[in-house]
């Protein structure tokens, strides 16, 4: 499913426009962003929580040369499912 799949079926779903679900997604995904720029989390309960994960600085290998480089430190946004969204997939 790709963005306008997913707000169609928003609209479809709440019974508003596609407009209207287009800017309610805008809005979550600035205001998820917005908190993980922030170093913070967003926890929805029963669906899952996202937060940024701290990746430390490591070596790694150029895969066509084999010379070792360092990679730096970095953050990786992260979401894990939460317990009623994973037996939902699982059919429980």
Same mark, same amino acid.
Not at 3 to 9: D, Y
Not at 25 to 31: M, P, R, S
Not at 69 to 92: E, R, T, Y
């Given at each position: 499913m790709?963005? =306008?799949?997913?707000?169609?079926?928003?609209?479809?779903?709440?019974g508003?426009? @596609?407009?209207?679900?287009?800017?309610?997604? @805008?809005?979550? =995904?600035?205001?998820?962003a917005?908190?993980? @720029?922030?170093?913070?989390?967003?926890?929805?309960?029963?669906?899952? =929580?996202?937060?940024?994960?701290?990746?430390?600085?490591?070596?790694g290998?150029?895969?066509?040369?084999?010379?070792v480089?360092?990679?730096?430190?970095?953050?990786?946004?992260?979401?894990?499912?939460?317990?009623?969204?994973?037996?939902?997939?699982?059919?429980?």
């Open positions: 790709n963005k =306008t799949e997913l707000v169609e079926a928003m609209a479809n779903n709440a508003i426009t @596609k407009k209207v679900a287009e800017e309610a997604l @805008k809005a979550f =995904t600035d205001a998820v917005d908190e993980l @720029k922030k170093g913070g989390k967003v926890q929805l309960v029963g669906f899952g =929580t996202f937060e940024v994960s701290e990746r430390a600085a490591r070596e290998r150029n895969p066509q040369s084999g010379e480089m360092k990679i730096a430190a970095s953050k990786a946004p992260k979401f894990k499912a939460g317990k009623a969204l994973k037996d939902m997939v699982n059919g429980k």
